[in-house]
């Protein structure tokens, strides 16, 4: 039985060791987190759901579904040539639509960078629940993976094909998205609840704030599982190779998601309040948006200080939200905004070769500035657009009912 199990183990490991070449081993690195990053959705589909009632929790689940189908075709007809098109402006790309032809690395590159497109439009997913129309968000998600996320993209990881992001000239860090992933997910989902109000019941006239719990924290907990696991492919892969910066880069990513879960749990104890789970599970998601910007220049002690105030971060925002009457359902903006542009500060803060280099902090302040002044404003003007033209809200009516029985 054991040289059965050794011959098993040899088998898997020959394409490697037994001349595969250095591009096929990193092709299949890639398409490996790549396949991770896509698990993320199920992670997603399980925390967002589980955190809605359960009469909405099947359309927030379809929600996910779909916009990962319909957001991977738009970005492979228009967002990755914006993206990673010749960029010879440092704004935009201008080729490379809907590409139908290449070698074998580039049809890996696209379909990792699709992977990270379908996340950035799932992030509004969340926080815009239970009282968004559905044909109305599926539109929304076409126009946030195709026009509103690669067009700040081309301004940070442009290049491949000619020319450069005029960010990236400056020398910004984001190694792995969190401004260029997160951040533009979340100021998209602040936009659309700005533009769809809060849920019925969820402030009182007085202005109380009256929680409407989700109804199966099972799925929260194993949606924060899978969304850690896809994590490491979301950084880890971000290398496209196999390198010996690999272990660096997962082991950060741990660290940070540990100290988030921590961070938010102190916080929640520090003023006496009750600690929520959910709250504690956003803690360690914020610790990973957090660390994706700085996974691969970061020394793992500054991981773990980068997590743990993301964990404080996640709790005092979620209270600025609700003091602002804003309704985000499952804390999309502060875990994946506020945490965003805490974890783009901190890649310059605490960049292990160069630390507390305050021009290089100055970049990142821009560079995250950028991503706001960008999206809010042009993601504001789509959900209005909706809103004003086929609807962004259903109906109080349905809303009541569930959209589940739409």
Known sequence: MKRRTIGIALCWVSPFSWGATDEAINIAWVVFASVLVFFMQAGFALMESGMSRAKNAVNVMVKNYIDGCAGGIAFWGLGFGLMFGVNITGWFGMSHFAPYEGEPWDFTFLLFQMMFAVTAATIASGAMA???????????ALVICGFIYPVFGSWVWSGINGGQGWLTKLGFVDFAGSTVVHSVGAWCALAGVLVLGPRLGRFGADGAVRNLPGHNMGFVTLGGFILWLGWFGFNAGSSFEVSPNLGLIALNTHLAASAGALGAYMAQRRNSSPVLFSITVNGSLGGLVSITAGCASMYPLFAILTGLLAGFIVVSGTRLLERLKVDDVV?????????????????????YSDMLNWGRVGVQTLGAAAAFLWVFPTALLLFLLLAKTIGLRTTGQHERLGLDCT
């Not at 968004?132 to 539109?139: G, K, P, Q």
């Open 331 to 351: 804390g999309a903006v502060p875990v994946h905004g506020f945490c965003g542009v805490w974890g783009t500060l901190a890649a310059g803060l605490f960049y």
């Open 130 to 140: 239970e009282r968004t129309r559905y044909s109305a968000y599926l539109f929304g």
